[in-house]
Every structure is written in structure tokens, then in C-alpha cells.
């Protein structure tokens, strides 16, 4: 158990290089509430109908991916399956390859890209699957030992970076993991527990070459490059800051007691800077109260979601190339909505994949 623990310390201080001097914050305290129309504060960057035929049924979007030339968007809601466009919303292709077979996935938890391949994790059989784009039925499996929550690619050196939440001794899970496309060079990074069970997909934001992890219950933002982490900011929430025994809380029940106990800022994701800007969302008091903190020009303010405008653009699929995206369903949007997002061809029954961020 010693060695354990020691071998757990000397890991955190080996890749995560903090340094000795005081860690740089992004200062989050007493922000003002906003509570004039959220049209005044949307900076939407694109907005692209995806082109789809009448036979595919566009379901909820649980994950969003984008290289050069390419997005894709992981639908849960009809067909369990990865549906791939242009950067224009021209559909592509398809990946839906349901079942228990070579190839095949019972469940899609998450996928990552690399260079040339897409990778999918099906956590019901352990296993990852790795796509050649070009041509779905070239594919490789990879049996696994451990169990994962997360993970993104695209990294330095085609890096692979994941989150397992498989013990490696009561109140340490196996934490972040960095491996090669190839699944045989892997080295874990052990967390606490709670770190690892309070990951959301979207602790991870990612723009071109630049990746960021925020730990949860930490406040930590690290950067994800090569093979190690680098802790870079932490965001300070004053005296709305959560107290550090909930970073390694066990059993849920723990965490309860600690939210029960006072009012707190917590688990922060969906981090996007941009210009002089700093947005992210955040938990206000409790899990079912998500709240967006921005900062702009030294002024901290914050956004509750309390409107289908909200409810839209408060919550974010994902933070990646430079924006927040999410996906408007048809249903979902009307004349309005289309007037902010300066759409001029319009057609309702069409998904409209939207690029933007938050600011004055």
C-alpha cells in the first residue's frame, strides 16, 4: 500500500510538471446575474443545415468531432451511429455497424479520430474499434483491460488520451491514461476517485493543436500535449469554491453530504477562450442547477438557463475549433431563432449544425 501511494505521488508530479510558482487563475467571483435577452449575448460563428436525405433520421447528438475537412456527430436518439459531413453540412457517410460481431458495437459510448482513423469504444463488450475513414469495413479491434468514461485523439504523434475509471486501490482509480493508436504502449496517470468518476465528456475542450482537461472538483485546467499533462490555470471561485475533501469523495453519498453543507461553485466544463474572452459552464449549488460563467474585459458574469434560448445555447455539445457546437433538431428551432442565426434558406425538417461562442 506504500509503495502504492508513493508511486501514485511521484506520477502526479512527474507528468503534470507543476510548477513551484504560483499557478496563474481565472478569477470567477461575485459575478452580476444576466437577465436581458440572451439574443444580446450570442456571437454565433456559422450556422450550416446538414443536408440529409428523408430516409435518415437524425436523433439526439451526444458527441462532436471535426478535422480538415470533416464533422461528425455521434447520434444516439434513432440510429446509434456516426453521421459524417463536410464542413459545409454536405453529408458523407455513415458509420452504423450495430451488433456483437467483428466490427461491430452493442453500445457507442464515445469515439476520437486520429490521422487517418476513427475510433469508437463500446464499453458493454470493453473493446475499442478502429475505423480506416476511407472505408469502414478496413477496421482493427482492441480487447481492453480496463474500463473508460472519456478520451479524445488527435494528439501530438497520433496520442491517444483517456479516462478509466478502473480501480487501482480503494479511493484510486487508473485516471488518465495516455496510449498510441495502437493500444500497446499505455501509461496511467492514477487520480483520486473522484476525479475520475466526476468526468463529463465535456472536461475536455479542444481547438486545432491545443487540448485542455479541467479536473473536476479541482479546478484544475491542465494541457494535454504529447504524452504528459501540464497544469496550466485554475479557476478560483472565491468563497464560492467547493472545499478540497470533495476532490476524493468515494461513494456518491459523500459528495451529497459536502453539497448539503453550503453553497458552492463545482465541476466546471466546456472551456472556451477566445479573444479577450473566458466562458465555461458550471454547477451553481447543485447538479441540477447548470449555470454559464463569462468573463470579458475583467467583468465576471453569469447566465442562468431558464428559457429555450437557454436551454440551447447555454449548454453546449462540446468545445472544439475555436467555438462551442451543438445541433439544432428540427423542432427545435423557428422563424426567430433563424432571424439570430442569419439564415436566409431555410428548410425546417433539416438539422442545423451551429459554431458560436458568448460575449458582449
Known sequence: MKYLYLLFALTIVSCQKQPEKKVPTIDYINPVLIEDDLKNWLRISSAKRLE????????????????????????????????????????????????????????????????????????????????????FSDFEEFKLDDYYVGGVGQLESDKIFLISDSDLEERIQKGYVFSNSEFSNI???????????????????????????????????????????????????????????????YEAEEFWEILDGGNYYFAATNLLTKNDMVSFNFYNRTIDNLNMALIEKGQSYRFSIDSRLAEIFLKPICVRDGDYQTVLLPGEYDEELIEVLNLTDVNYEKPIWVSYSIGK
Open 52 to 135: 440529409i436525405s428523408d430516409s435518415l433520421i437524425f436523433g439526439a447528438i451526444k458527441q462532436i468531432e471535426l478535422n480538415e475537412s470533416s464533422v461528425f456527430f455521434l447520434e444516439e436518439g434513432v440510429n446509434l451511429s456516426i453521421l459524417i459531413f463536410d464542413l459545409l453540412g454536405n453529408f458523407q457517410s455513415q458509420l452504423s455497424k450495430l451488433g456483437t460481431g467483428p466490427g461491430e458495437y452493442t453500445q457507442l459510448d464515445f469515439f476520437f479520430l486520429s490521422t487517418s482513423k476513427l475510433f469508437i469504444y463500446d464499453r458493454s463488450q470493453n473493446k475499442i474499434v478502429s475505423y480506416a475513414l476511407d472505408d
Open 187 to 249: 501509461r496511467y496517470n492514477p487520480q483520486p476517485s473522484g476525479y475520475t468518476e466526476g468526468f463529463l465528456p465535456q472536461s475536455i475542450s479542444q481547438t486545432d493543436d491545443t487540448t485542455f482537461v479541467i479536473q473536476p472538483f479541482s479546478d484544475k485546467i491542465f494541457l494535454v500535449q504529447g504524452d504528459s499533462l501540464f497544469l496550466k490555470k485554475e479557476i478560483n471561485f472565491g468563497s464560492m469554491k467547493i472545499p478540497s475533501e470533495a476532490r476524493s469523495f
